[in-house]
């Protein structure tokens, strides 16, 4: 199953480098890495360049949703992974997600399947897992990291979605949705690495959103 890797990137020059470089090392023949640099006003877009790979390089920001909404446009192949930039994913752990697609239509790397993540503040880790706690009950079903950034997913299943997530509420949101219309869904432990570069999320805002998106991936079509 060939690959196409897509990464939204907002002001990350301090990771991006090292990111697509461990995703080149997993490469086939055929794979392709997109990078979305979503109106970075650093380095970000001039170092992914650098690299070879596909680049789109927004003036404006679109909001990590947008950014990866035209990322998934010009991808060519049939699976579609995303991850972040901030080397807190290890893309090593692609060609496991990609194995797991065989019997799946989602597969999510999760970070919080048991132990608590020593390489991520404590107030992050709140807010995913309360935001996995509230899908599991919305949705009638064990989800362990509703908000990961590492996932495989077959192209049909977005073109089949309409999302209405504008930021870090879109992998809440695809996930509900997902599970809802009936997809195949499984997760993938993985660990989390402390990330380069500062971090966007915000505790109460973020747990806000988190749930919104959640129902309307549940209840909106």
């Given amino acids: 199953m060939k690959i196409s890797i897509v990464i939204p990137a907002y002001n990350e020059e301090k990771g991006i480098n090292e990111v697509i470089w461990r995703c080149k090392k997993i490469l086939r023949s055929g794979d392709e890495i997109i990078v979305v640099s979503d109106g970075s006003k650093d380095k970000t877009a001039q170092i992914a360049k650098k690299t070879g790979v596909k680049v789109i390089d927004y003036k404006i920001n679109k909001g990590k949703a ?123 432990k993985i660990k989390a690495d402390e990330r380069k570069g500062s971090s966007s999320l915000r505790f109460f805002r973020d747990i806000w959103r988190f749930f919104i998106a959640i129902l309307r991936g549940k209840f909106i079509k």
């Fill in 66 to 188: 947008g950014a990866m909404k035209e990322g998934f446009k010009i991808a060519k192949n049939e699976a579609i992974v995303t991850i972040d930039a901030d080397c807190t994913y290890p893309p090593e752990k692609i060609p496991e997600l990609i194995k797991a697609l065989n019997n799946s239509d989602l597969v999510v790397g999760t970070r919080f399947r048991r132990d608590w993540p020593k390489d991520i503040p404590w107030h992050r880790v709140m807010a995913n897992k309360l935001g996995a706690l509230t899908a599991s009950i919305i949705l009638t079903r064990k989800v362990t990291d509703v908000t990961s950034g590492m996932r495989a997913f077959r192209k049909e299943l977005i073109k089949n979605m309409s999302i209405h997530a504008k930021g870090l509420d879109f992998e809440a949101e695809f996930t509900a949705k997902a599970i809802s219309k009936g997809y195949r869904y499984c997760e993938v």
